[in-house]
């Protein structure tokens, strides 16, 4: 696995995992604009979209997919210097009250017009303001756990974490040095 500097100065990175032609956030941008991917998505969990957010219409689920991510992606790829992360960026587990070594994070977008969106960026925080992005999901579920889809992700950021610990990695000066040795 490797790392993309994603804003350029060293604020957001992004993980490239062996094997796959682009790093993980600028793929679900991607998957997230794709209506094919999309339709088959929602196919598959049609019955979670209709339990949880009342959608029955698949192309409803589509276009409102597609608006969340050119909204999530405009905050997240268009990120000025003075921008604070931490404000994109919340705890994963929301009972989290404390900061702890490579927390595990989210965002996704907060109250748009009277509903919730489903999308979600997952990154583990290096120090205040600075994270790593090692994946995300369209999250139709109360939990993580509930789906595989979802699961993968779990398995994916503590995969990322454990790598980083491995490496002596614990915050974002060892995350550079890490770098300037590659």
Known sequence: MTFDDITEDGRLWAVRYDG??????????????????????FKANSKDLERYFK????????????????QLEAIVMDISPEA????????LDNSRIAECLLGKEKAHLRNPVGRSSWLRIYALKLAK???????????????MQEREHTAIELAR??????????????????????????
């Open 157 to 182: 950021i503590e995969k990322v974490r454990n790598f980083l610990l491995d490496e002596k990695i614990i915050d974002d000066d060892s995350f550079i040095d890490y770098i300037a040795e590659l």
């Open 20 to 41: 796959e032609a682009d790093n993980v956030l600028y793929s679900l941008f991607d998957q997230w604009n794709d209506v094919v991917w999309l339709r088959n998505f």
């Open 129 to 143: 303001g600075i994270y790593i992005v090692t994946g995300g999901a369209i999250k139709l579920t109360a939990t």
């Open 55 to 70: 959608i029955t219409n698949i192309n409803e689920a589509i276009t409102r997919t597609i608006n969340d991510s050119e």
């Open 84 to 91: 604070n992360l931490d404000l994109i960026f919340r705890p």
